[in-house]
């Protein structure tokens, strides 16, 4: 026993120093995880269809938008459907804001017209576009078309041989070139407007992801400061700490030798938490923060309620490793209630918000099962491995 005791001690020791050089050499929160729009800055824009609109026509409208802002560079774009006929977009680290906001809300109908006005062809019947360089004009647009556009622009071509063909995306005009030669490979290619490689490719972009299936129009525009998300994240830095700090000194005050090993387990907790945030990709935010620090009082609490139902065995008169057996039995069924009752409540946030109530459910989620994982197994653990030491076996300083 007092060498399972002595494993247990350097064990505990061992968890201790692994997790402040976890937590301050690596800083996996700021190194690794994404940060969403209110902590990073960026864009928030809300579209709102000018007309009637179907259910399958803003998911279609809402996969175009996604499709613009991945290629577009920013990372973790968060769209979603809001109400019957809005889109909102939150753009998190974006640089050229304009730019964005004129990619995800154009509407993107390419159409090329005769001298007369009439409609050759449209962007349905694109298959490709793509971005290059030219020697001698500079950055291009290269057009592909289906088989049905191929035979309309070569006809065309053929019609309108030595006259102007326009190009137009949605109402404005790229260019008007003078047909030299009938076309007959389904090939075309835009030039002149693009001043580098980059609006070039932005524009086969928009190309390529089609043109949105209703008209849509931006109803809100908000640009959100990195320095505002800086100050959140170190006022949220500075609470977390504070609560954690409290948390531990209340811990150690009332449970003693117990408090310490909810105290390590609290530090499991965190790590499991941060590892699974950055294996699933999530974006934090200021909610998510919120999320996190909520559920780590859910895992203090499992050990209070764990601790008191060990100190009733101990006052009945039972052993330390009988009295820890029948408290985490007796306290497994109410903490078993809370998590799930908990659990249920975020995936209802999750299901019914959007955005940053999402992000919240999801931490929480995630600290929900890390806390039951933590207070359960590694709470019940270590107080085993370190039964035999003298701190567990004088009940003062087991438990106060």
Known sequence: ?????????????????????????????????????DLKGGVHVVLQATGPATLADMKKAETIIAFRANKFGISEPAIQLQGNNQIVADLAGVKDQQAAIKMIGQTAQLTFKAPNGSVILTGKDLTSASASLDQAVGPIVNLQFNAAGTRAFAQA????????????????????????????????????????????????????????????????????????????????????????????????????????????????????????????????????????????????????????????????????GAAIDHGFKNALRAIMDSNVSTVIAASVLYYFGTGEVRGFAVTLIIGVLASFVTAVGVTRYLLRLSEGTVLVRNPKLFLG
């Not at 859910?298 to 009945?316: G, H, Q, Y």
């Open 157 to 320: 071509t053929k019609t309108y041989l030595n006259k102007t063909i326009s190009i137009y995306l949605d109402k404005s005009l790229i260019e008007s070139p003078t047909v030299q030669q009938v076309i007959t490979g389904g090939q075309a290619m835009i030039s002149g407007g693009f001043s580098n490689l980059t609006q070039a490719q932005q524009m086969a972009n928009l190309l390529n992801s089609g043109a949105l299936p209703i008209p849509m129009h931006i109803i809100e525009a908000q640009t959100v400061s990195p320095t505002l998300g800086q100050d959140s994240v170190a006022r949220s830095a500075i609470a977390g700490l504070v609560s954690m700090a409290l948390i531990i000194l209340i811990m150690l005050g009332i449970y003693r030798y117990a408090g310490l090993i909810a105290d390590i387990a609290l530090s499991i907790y965190l790590i499991i938490v941060v590892g699974a945030l950055i294996s699933f990709g999530a974006v934090l935010t200021l909610p998510g923060v919120a999320g996190i620090i909520l559920s780590a009082a859910i895992a203090v609490d499992a050990n209070v309620i764990i601790f008191a139902r060990i100190r009733d065995e101990l006052r009945a008169g039972r052993t330390i």
């Open 1 to 37: 026993m007092r060498g399972r005791g002595i494993v247990g001690l350097i064990l505990i020791v061992v968890v201790v120093v692994a997790v402040y050089a976890y937590f301050t050499a690596v800083n996996p929160i700021t190194r690794y995880i994404k940060e969403g729009l």
